[in-house]
């Protein structure tokens, strides 16, 4: 079983700076992708930026310069975090942790696994 303690969300106004983070527990062996995804009202789920365990990164183009993903895998520690800075009204959204190619064992196979969400709103 995964646990996700996700924090850092809240209320900011336009051209501020926000950071997210998500710390992931449990009894696991590894994680590929660690990531956020938004969702904001009426619209899908939408990744934001991700992080493999090579250090590279992939981002939208809609944060790309603004938003700095990041993960800290030292001593049993599996946290992502996301820096989000100049921030927009239209990056208001519920943001999502997630981690892919999750494996249990060395022999499992990856799988896909969801944070509750954590609400960012951009408004003055």
């Known amino acids: 079983q995964v646990q996700f303690v996700e924090s850092g969300g809240g209320l900011v106004q336009p051209g501020g700076s926000l950071s997210l983070s998500c710390a992931v527990s449990?009894?696991?062996?590894?994680?590929?992708?660690m990531g956020w995804y938004r969702q904001a009202p009426g619209k899908q789920r939408e990744m934001v930026a991700s992080?493999?365990?090579?250090?590279?990164?992939?981002?939208a183009d809609s944060v790309r310069g603004r938003f700095t993903i990041s993960r800290d895998n030292a001593n049993d520690r599996n946290t992502v975090y996301l820096q989000m800075n100049s921030l927009k009204p239209e990056d208001t959204a519920v943001y999502y942790c997630?981690?892919?190619?999750?494996?249990?064992?060395?022999?499992?196979?990856?799988?896909?696994?969801w944070g509750q969400g954590t609400q960012v709103t951009v408004s003055s």
């Open positions: 992080i493999n365990s090579g250090r590279s990164t992939n981002y």
């Open positions: 449990g009894r696991f062996f590894s994680i590929e992708t």
């Open positions: 997630n981690v892919d190619g999750l494996r249990v064992t060395i022999l499992s196979t990856g799988v896909s696994r």
